[in-house]
């Protein structure tokens, strides 16, 4: 039963759904709804909780071009003040009154009659709304493995994004599951408590020390008291991370992968000054190119592992038993807890995020998966009506996801004040205009490192299930705020 009626709706309340809160209501719309099936804001930030949690680029580039925060403890800051970050600015544009908590959104249907969606909730009720936005991150689905036995281990099973702030891993045999950016952090903590650790490493990952600093009370009054400051620094450390993508992502085939070998020597020259077993050392190289998968910053992981009572495994699970891990080696580990840092889904569960059924009843998953993955200008898609994705194909903007945000933000002004000034009901993408941006990005890929370089071996959530890297949009950062800002009206039919 319908219940209610919004302007917009927006689900998510990570730092997508706060800034496109924050963009509505800088276009005069305040009648919407932000649902999210968690008990507070934050997105992955309050979700991830695990020791050792950190952001992994620079902080001086971590947040809204419009609220910099003078208060990072560290360049690299630790999570827990990412979300205080998060509470703060829902606070200081008065857009947490607008949050619904333990609101889990099944899917959205376009009604053609109406010109308007409906939600539907878990439980039953319905919501309607003109604008549907969904703002659910690239990082919202938790991927569990499926490995023989595991629902039959007797022992404690913790994935990280479910991690018990009281859970003590000291005195325990723990085996984890999984060796991406997260189990990067989490690993060295574990390994200074556990009596017994063993890592089940699939594919090895490019780790390069990180030069981290703590900014002290200096410099965090110079910041608030000459914001100028911060901005210069931050200018600093993103143009470094915007070269970075370019030479060694986007550019691969003309810069003919240079920085990525220097990278890569980096890492080699970080794991022979850290660990002197040659062939641990050799375990641990990855034998794909440096960035196929996203690189990590540590000190502290590739120590862990030469820790008597750290253990390395990359002959595969075969199977789980109730009492451990048993190897396709044969070989059995007796544990009595599991770790899971085995990411996130973005692909079978996060595209999208929630069932969302178009114009004609085009079903946008199904569409993806029967055409390819495409979104206009990374948020828009024809026969989906006034209906904006921020976690879409051809979306994620390098290293940081608040690039992605600003550009964003900067379409949805451009967007929803030609419909306002029109008097308009409805905005929806011409097919022409997805088609051409389509062509776009598959010609600017090309010359990528995805395209070009060897990431095979990868298992890279930068490529989609049929092998093609839609998650990057292949331009920068200051190219797509730029577009996102001029990009021609013409582009979408209004009426």
Not at 75 to 81: A, K, V
Not at 449 to 474: D, I, K, M, Q, V
Request: contains cysteine; proline residues 5%.
């Amino acid at each position: 039963m319908t219940s209610e009626h919004f302007n917009a709706v927006i689900v998510g309340a990570g730092f997508a759904g706060i800034g496109a809160a924050i963009a509505l209501k800088r276009n005069g719309i305040d009648d919407f709804v932000i649902l999210d099936r968690e008990d507070d804001l934050g997105g992955t930030w309050y979700v991830n909780h695990y020791p050792g949690l950190a952001v992994d680029v620079p902080t001086t580039t971590y947040s809204y071009f419009f609220e910099p925060n003078p208060n990072w403890s560290r360049l690299f800051t630790p999570g827990p003040e990412i979300k205080q970050y998060a509470d703060d600015v829902a606070d200081k544009y008065d857009v947490r009154k607008y949050m619904r908590f333990n609101t889990t959104v099944e899917g959205a249907r376009w009604d053609d009659d109406a010109s308007n969606w409906r939600i539907a909730l878990a439980g039953g009720a319905t919501i309607t709304a003109r604008y549907l936005i969904t703002a659910t991150g690239f990082l919202s689905q938790p991927a569990v493995p499926d490995i023989p036995g595991i629902a039959d281990f007797a022992g404690k099973v913790v994935h990280t994004t479910e991690w018990e702030d009281d859970f003590d891993p000291a005195g325990r045999r723990i085996a984890v599951i999984g060796t991406g950016a997260t189990a990067v952090q989490l690993i060295p903590e574990l390994a200074k408590q556990a009596a017994d650790l063993t890592v089940y490493q699939r594919t090895p990952i490019w780790v390069v020390p990180k030069i981290d600093v703590r900014f002290g009370e200096r410099a965090k009054r110079l910041f608030a008291r000459v914001p100028a400051t911060q901005r210069l620094l931050r200018w600093f450390t993103s143009s470094i991370y915007e070269v970075m993508v370019s030479v060694g992502v986007r550019h691969y085939r003309t810069f003919r992968g240079r920085f990525n070998i220097s990278a890569a020597d980096l890492s080699r020259m970080h794991r022979f000054a850290v660990i002197r077993d040659a062939d641990l050392r050799r375990r641990l190289t990855p034998d794909y190119d440096f960035g196929c998968k996203r690189p990590t910053f540590s000190n502290g992981y590739y120590r862990a592992f030469t820790k008597p009572h750290v253990h390395l495994h990359d002959a595969g699970i075969d199977h789980i038993v109730a009492d451990g891990i048993v190897g396709k080696d044969g070989t059995k580990n007796v544990v009595d807890t599991l770790v899971l840092a085995t990411g996130f889904d973005l692909w079978e569960a996060n595209f999208p995020a929630i069932e969302v059924i178009g114009r004609d009843g085009r079903d946008l998953g199904k569409w993806w998966r029967d055409t390819r993955f495409q979104a206009y200008q990374g948020v828009s898609m024809p026969y989906f009506p006034n209906y904006l994705s921020l976690a879409s194909p051809y979306a994620f903007l390098g290293l940081n996801f608040f690039n992605t945000m600003e550009y964003q933000m900067r379409l949805m002004d451009r967007l929803l004040s030609e419909v306002k000034r029109r008097d308009a009901t409805t905005f929806e993408v011409t097919e022409e205009a997805n088609a051409t941006f389509l062509a776009r990005m598959t010609e600017l890929l090309g010359d990528s490192l995805f395209t070009n370089g060897n990431c095979g071996s990868a298992h890279s959530y930068y490529f989609n299930p049929a092998g093609e890297p839609t998650l990057l949009r292949p331009s920068s950062t200051e190219a797509a705020i730029k577009e996102a800002s001029e990009f021609p009206l013409t582009d979408y039919q209004i009426a």
